[in-house]
């Protein structure tokens, strides 16, 4: 994880006077052939990711690598992202076609003013995670929080929820540091996590992690969302539609053999070898692949579940209200099952 949750709000109250400016020309236009009939023109398309190259992003890599999006008339820059990058700030003013956001991240952008739209949903459950030493015998995140250490990043959504459902009295909060090293020195010691990435790294140096999901707590957003800007879906419909579709193609050939895909990313992430990024492609299948995408297709999301988290960034007071969800949850992209009674 190693601050991947840090700066996501960055630069949002530049992008409600940004909008203006983003209406440029989406794509040039095609150039004539000899004949006097247009050419196929490959459009470029850049994706902007929220952290550096690693599993939780093969897909992307994949679509690209395979000539998914070739294929449908793209040549797609994929930019690596970090803590601080603006990624809504940069897909709300048109700098890039789509990005790369948490659940929460979107709606806390569109509370802000901001129209960006989700296309398609990577996890289906959601990676964050706590973990703490085996030997303490902890048989819950409850278990967890009742004594000792927890490092952790306490205005995040997910720690805010925690925090909620269980209080923080019994347990001492310290800031998350990006790394293992107390970890593996402290048995008292606990902290939040990708289970892709911290619990790897932590058996590796010899400890004994156990590794609980946020998501099993009931606090389980989408993450690794593609977005767009409302902009480009209204005026480049099928564009957005193939850029999906491509995406969907690269992730299910990544599920099938990431070898390839890791070891392109392994030359643009040094900071991890390739038994790493071998071990967290097989940590992170099982939050990608579920019952839903077997039965609706990689990527998919349902209406209820944005219901439900909006609903819950409300209680947490992240959110003023719950936004009106059929005003940026398209069909095409969602399933929105039966509409859901109003707000109160």
């Keep these: 994880m190693k601050g991947r949750l840090a700066g996501v709000v960055g630069g949002l109250v530049l992008l409600v006077v940004a909008g203006a400016c983003s209406r440029a020309k989406e794509s ?4 004539a052939g000899d004949a006097g009939s247009p050419a196929p ?3 470029q398309v850049k994706l902007a990711l929220n952290w550096v190259a690693e599993p939780e992003f093969g897909g992307f890599y994949a679509a690209r690598d395979l000539g998914h999006f070739k294929r449908r008339g793209m040549d797609v820059s994929i930019q690596g992202g970090g803590a601080g990058v603006p990624v809504v700030q940069m897909v709300a003013t048109g700098q890039v076609e789509f990005g790369i956001l948490g659940a929460d ?4 952008a569109r509370a802000r003013g901001v129209d960006v739209i989700p296309l398609f949903a990577v996890y289906q459950t959601a990676p964050q995670a706590l973990m703490t030493h085996a030997s303490r015998g902890a048989k819950g995140i409850k278990d967890l929080l009742s004594s000792g250490t927890v490092a952790l990043e306490p205005g995040q959504p997910y720690a805010a929820y925690l925090k909620k459902k269980y209080g923080f009295d019994k347990v001492k909060v310290v800031p998350y540091d990006g790394g293992v090293a107390r970890f593996v020195a402290d048995k008292d010691f606990s902290q939040q996590c990708f289970i892709t990435s911290e619990p790897i790294a932590a058996r590796r140096q010899g400890a004994e992690p156990t590794v609980f999901l946020v998501a099993d707590e009931g606090f389980n957003p989408y993450i690794a969302v593609v977005v767009t800007r409302r902009e480009l879906w209204k005026q480049q419909p099928s564009r957005v539609k193939d850029f999906v579709e491509a995406v969907r193609e690269g992730w299910r050939a990544y599920l099938d053999d990431p070898t390839a ?3 392109v990313m392994g030359k643009l992430n040094t900071s991890m070898d390739a038994e790493t990024f071998a071990e967290a492609a097989r940590a992170q299948k099982p939050l990608i692949e579920t019952e839903q995408t077997r039965a609706k ?3 998919t999301m349902s209406r209820e579940r944005w219901d439900t988290l909006a609903r819950q960034l409300v209680d947490l007071g992240l959110i003023d209200k719950v936004p009106a969800l059929d005003d940026f949850l398209l069909p095409e992209f969602v ?5 859901a009674p109003a707000t109160p």
Excluded: F, I, W, Y
């Design 28 to 31: 040039a236009p095609q150039a």
């Design 41 to 43: 023109q490959v459009a």
């Design 105 to 108: 991240e979107l709606l806390t």
């Design 261 to 263: 895909t890791n070891a």
């Design 297 to 299: 297709g990689l990527g």
């Design 335 to 339: 399933d929105m099952g039966s509409p």
